[in-house]
């Protein structure tokens, strides 16, 4: 039988209503959520996201402020900004909209992100409780993709799980909550690519999650009967968007896998949403 379709939009919607109700009772304490955005320069993929994630937050009552700045700004100057936004009671949430230009440092500035106000959960510190197995602020794209796994009421102890894609923000976090889960975890990169044994790990998957950004990097014939696939992947291909995963085949392999668009990319949004919220309790606590 064809594989069911996890629909993200729905799972999102779901996380949403429940948000709403939290945040009406975060407003009645004297709290409104607020989310600030910083934008460098100009980038089509990035608007994108910066429009939905603006649409997301309007809809549900948290305000969305987006800072932008011109493409020759100095890493100092963003760094006084964000440091700026640290020290601001009125600012729940930072996210810190990528990719930036090539002479600034992601990594430095994203440290200087207060790691309670960290919508993003990027930061060393958030990263640091994903290996502890207690994120209170976690990776958004790697929350999402369990959520969507949960979300087939699959048991997980003892599952085969292959991560293809090692990325600070998706690969690593996710095999990391996965292992938390008691799932056996492997972690497929270039490496695997060049010795030819990436179809090896992805045939005995039972849950597949891949991240890499390559349209059709994974055959639907390697797909082992029965598997999740969870795939995060976002490519252009013929005025399309793809996945990284070959759809069509795979379904007919899979039971339970997840459309591009409309499977991860929702559920990633709604994880920025929650963890604005969640932002916001951690700091209502601390007054």
Request: charged share 25%; net charge positive; glycine share 10%.
């Amino acid at each position: 039988m064809p594989a069911k379709i996890i629909d993200g939009v729905k799972i999102a919607n779901q996380i949403k209503e429940k948000l709403k109700v939290e945040i009406e009772e975060l407003k009645k304490k004297g709290r409104s959520p607020s989310l600030s955005a910083i934008q460098v320069g100009e980038n089509p993929g990035s608007r994108v996201y910066i429009n939905a994630q603006k649409k997301s937050c309007e809809k549900i009552g948290i305000e969305y402020k987006l800072h932008q700045f011109k493409e020759d700004v100095t890493q100092k100057e963003v760094a006084d900004f964000i440091r700026e936004l640290n020290n601001d009671p009125k600012v729940s949430g930072i996210i810190l909209q990528m990719p930036l230009p090539e002479h600034l440092n992601a990594r430095q500035l994203q440290q200087i992100i207060d790691p309670k106000k960290d919508a993003e959960g990027v930061s060393p510190t958030n990263m640091g409780m994903v290996v502890y197995g207690k994120p209170f602020l976690g990776p958004c794209t790697a929350m999402a993709v369990m959520e969507l796994i949960r979300s087939t009421g699959v048991k997980l102890y003892g599952k085969e799980a292959v991560m293809v894609g090692h990325s600070d923000i998706v690969g690593k976090p996710t095999a990391l909550l996965l292992l938390d889960q008691f799932v056996t975890t492997s972690v497929c990169h270039i490496a695997t690519g060049e010795r030819g044994t990436l179809p090896e790990y992805v045939k005995k998957a039972e849950i597949l999650i891949v991240a890499v950004g390559k349209a059709n990097l994974i055959k639907g014939e390697w797909i082992k009967e029965g598997a999740i696939v969870i795939d995060v992947g976002i490519n252009r291909v013929g005025g399309k968007i793809v996945g990284d995963v070959e759809f069509e085949v795979a379904k007919e392999r899979a039971s339970y896998i997840t459309p591009v668009p409309g499977g991860v990319g929702p559920v990633t949004t709604a994880m920025l949403l929650k963890n604005t919220i969640e932002a916001t309790k951690l700091q209502l606590e601390q007054k």
